[in-house]
Nanobody, 116 residues
Framework: QVQLVESGGGLVQPGGSLRLSCAAS????????MGWFRQAPGKQRELVAT???????HYVDSVKGRFTISRDNAKNTVYLQMNSLKPEDTAVYYC??????????WGQGTQVTVSS
């Protein structure tokens, strides 16, 4: 059972930046992929960004050019750097790990609020 702990959320003004972290309880090098998802009130959870074991990245169109996903295998941590934040980025952000199978593991989420 993989344990994932997100951190780094908070309140930020439009145009500001935040960096989310997702710390895993085991080596993320063994994961097929790691990803960030988000869920806004009244909406379905959506994919934000993913990064594969090989380092390939994918972003939803709405965050391209503003968000960057990265991984530090030595620290078993995945990051989401979020720049030029907009009010519509407000959501609970979740980290997900994908292992072979596929099997998925989720973190508890961290709240991001973009408001003036």
């Amino acid at each position: 059972q993989v344990q994932l702990v997100e951190s780094g959320g908070g309140l930020v003004q439009p145009g500001g930046s935040l960096r989310l972290s997702c710390a895993a309880s085991e080596s993320i090098f063994s994961m097929n992929a790691m990803g960030w998802f988000r869920q806004a009130p009244g909406k379905q959870r959506e994919l934000v960004a993913t990064i594969t074991n090989g380092g390939n990245t994918h972003y939803v169109d709405s965050v391209k050019g503003r968000f960057t996903i990265s991984r530090d295998n030595a620290k078993n941590t995945v990051y989401l750097q979020m720049n030029s934040l907009k009010p519509e980025d407000t959501a609970v952000y979740y980290c997900r790990a994908e292992k072979w199978g596929p099997r998925y593991y989720w973190g508890q989420g961290t709240q991001v609020t973009v408001s003036s």
